[in-house]
């Protein structure tokens, strides 16, 4: 092991002993940014950025697991993000198929479970084709629940909750009366996972993004000018850290 890796594994360890092992957040939500402002500050073409953003997922799915959260979702690709150039969009299908082809055998074999969320139906086929191998492969996995939000919108996801109780209230399935803040939440992409403890958003950006927007009502943020691809296991520590530092009182005293 090199001294740099050496000295790394050290600080992971300094830093995880200061944690509260009883206080964990159960569902970690990250806004993944910052991959192509990491290429061209190395003269890269942007899919090399994103290629290194891919490498970041794995070590930061490999700690949340590690460190005992039970979801971690990643913002993987936004409603908004069609608006890139093509071959950038292409690029991060690709890159996802082949994220996927790599790695879901050792995510099955580590208990991890995959679970998509978002409208598919404007992804590629090829890329919903390997996406629901995956979730079918490891839908009996009981460790880390990871989320994968790609083509997500929290304005959409709420959209489409309404449009679904309406639904439910047209044909009598449920009265004007059952409607409450649990129909709406059973309705969400979410439905049945606890609400984001913690939302991180790297990058030096200090906003949300139309990321969660009903799920994070209650949750702690927490902002770094770290870019995605330089995200490491420490900064995920340190952000746990941070978070069991905060009296979260939700609206109590």
Same mark, same amino acid.
Request: aromatic content about 8%; charged content about 30%; proline content about 3%.
């Given at each position: 092991?090199?001294?740099?890796?050496?000295?790394?594994? @050290?600080?992971?360890?300094?830093?995880?002993?200061?944690?509260?092992?009883?206080?964990?957040?159960?569902?970690?939500?990250?806004?993944?940014?910052? $991959?192509?402002?990491? !290429?061209?500050?190395?003269?890269?073409?942007?899919?090399?950025?994103?290629?290194?953003?891919?490498?970041?997922?794995?070590?930061?799915?490999?700690?949340?697991?590690?460190?005992?959260?039970?979801?971690?979702?990643?913002? !993987?690709?936004?409603?908004?993000? +069609?608006?890139?150039?093509?071959?950038?969009?292409?690029?991060?299908?690709?890159? &996802?198929?082949?994220?996927?082809?790599?790695?879901? @055998?050792?995510?099955?074999?580590?208990? =991890?479970?995959?679970?998509?969320?978002?409208?598919?139906?404007?992804?590629?086929?090829?890329?919903? #084709?390997?996406?629901?191998?995956?979730?079918?492969?490891?839908?009996? $996995?009981?460790?880390?629940?990871? @989320?994968?939000?790609?083509?997500?919108?929290?304005?959409?996801?709420?959209?489409? !909750?309404?449009?679904?109780?309406?639904?439910? &209230?047209?044909?009598?399935?449920?009265?004007?009366?059952?409607?409450?803040?649990?129909?709406?939440?059973?309705?969400?992409?979410?439905?049945?996972?606890?609400?984001?403890?913690?939302? #991180?958003?790297?990058?030096?950006?200090?906003?949300?993004? $139309?990321?969660?927007? +009903?799920?994070? !009502?209650?949750?702690?943020?927490?902002?770094?000018? =770290?870019? +995605?691809?330089?995200?490491?296991?420490?900064?995920?520590?340190?952000?746990?850290?941070?978070?069991?530092?905060?009296?979260?009182?939700?609206?109590?005293?």
């Amino acid at each position: 092991m090199s001294f740099i890796k050496k000295r790394q594994k @050290n600080t992971d360890e300094e830093i995880e002993k200061k944690l509260d092992a009883n206080n964990i957040p159960k569902h970690v939500a990250i806004i993944m940014d910052g $991959n192509g402002r990491w !290429a061209k500050k190395r003269g890269f073409i942007r899919t090399l950025g994103h290629r290194a953003g891919m490498e970041a997922v794995r070590r930061i799915v490999k700690a949340s697991s590690e460190i005992g959260i039970k979801y971690l979702t990643l913002y !993987a690709f936004s409603t908004e993000n +069609w608006k890139r150039p093509a071959d950038e969009v292409n690029g991060l299908m690709d890159l &996802l198929i082949e994220y996927l082809g790599r790695e879901v @055998n050792e995510l099955n074999e580590n208990n =991890v479970k995959l679970n998509f969320i978002g409208d598919l139906s404007m992804i590629p086929e090829k890329c919903r #084709i390997k996406i629901k191998e995956s979730e079918e492969l490891t839908k009996s $996995n009981t460790g880390l629940t990871l @989320n994968i939000a790609l083509n997500y919108g929290g304005r959409s996801e709420i959209v489409r !909750a309404f449009k679904r109780i309406g639904s439910s &209230l047209l044909s009598g399935e449920i009265d004007l009366s059952d409607i409450d803040e649990n129909i709406i939440a059973d309705n969400l992409y979410t439905s049945g996972q606890p609400d984001p403890d913690l939302i #991180i958003r790297p990058s030096g950006e200090l906003r949300i993004s $139309n990321f969660m927007l +009903w799920q994070s !009502a209650y949750s702690e943020l927490w902002f770094s000018d =770290v870019l +995605w691809p330089d995200f490491e296991k420490k900064h995920l520590l340190q952000a746990i850290f941070d978070y069991q530092k905060r009296n979260r009182r939700f609206g109590g005293i």
